[in-house]
């Protein structure tokens, strides 16, 4: 199926064709559209809601797109559901460019990230709300308050010495 070159261009889904929603700023105003703008837009703030839009400058051995390295790009939207259900055909690219399986590497980033919590959970001094003395108008009592400033500008200054903090000259 190819779109009506006469139509205005709809944002469709790849994958399966669903209608795609997206943000984008005109005129200095977000607006929510659901087809290309009339006049030519600059993709830098086009924000598809519920799908990511995928881009290539081409590839040496396609026979679809490669405009040789002029700059020019090919772009998809594919909806959120349909890369979920795919996902097992995705691979991951790190910063270094290293290629790997994108649903194992996503499981490996999501433990590390939950053991990064649960060490940072387990290392921060923390006080029941309960615990905390308040004013009389319900509000934490002022020496607390500043006890706890205290408390962390000190663990600032033993984990970043060079840490200058100028909002108290």
């Avoid at 995705?90 to 460019?97: A, G, H, N, T």
């Avoid at 433990?111 to 509000?139: F, V």
């Avoid at 060079?162 to 108290?168: E, K, Q, T, V």
């Amino acid at each position: 199926m190819h779109n009506d070159n006469t139509e205005p261009f709809k944002f469709r889904c790849l994958i399966c064709g669903k209608a795609i929603t997206a943000e984008v700023c005109i005129d200095h105003r977000i607006c929510t559209i659901d087809q290309l703008p009339e006049e030519g837009h600059d993709d830098s703030d086009l924000l598809p809601l519920g799908a990511i839009e995928m881009t290539s400058y081409g590839h040496y051995g396609t026979a679809f797109f490669d405009p040789c390295d002029d700059g020019t790009q090919v772009a998809a939207l594919i909806c959120d559901d349909c890369m979920e259900e795919r996902s097992d055909r995705l691979m991951y690219i790190d910063k270094q460019r290293r290629l790997s399986p994108f649903n194992k590497t996503m499981d490996e980033l999501n433990e590390q990230a939950k053991q990064r919590r649960a060490e940072h959970e387990a290392r921060a001094a923390r006080t029941p709300a309960e615990d905390i003395p308040l004013d009389k108008n319900g509000y934490p009592d002022p020496v607390y308050a500043q006890s706890l400033i205290d408390r962390i500008e000190q663990y600032r200054k033993e984990k970043s010495p060079g840490f200058h903090d100028i909002s108290h000259e």
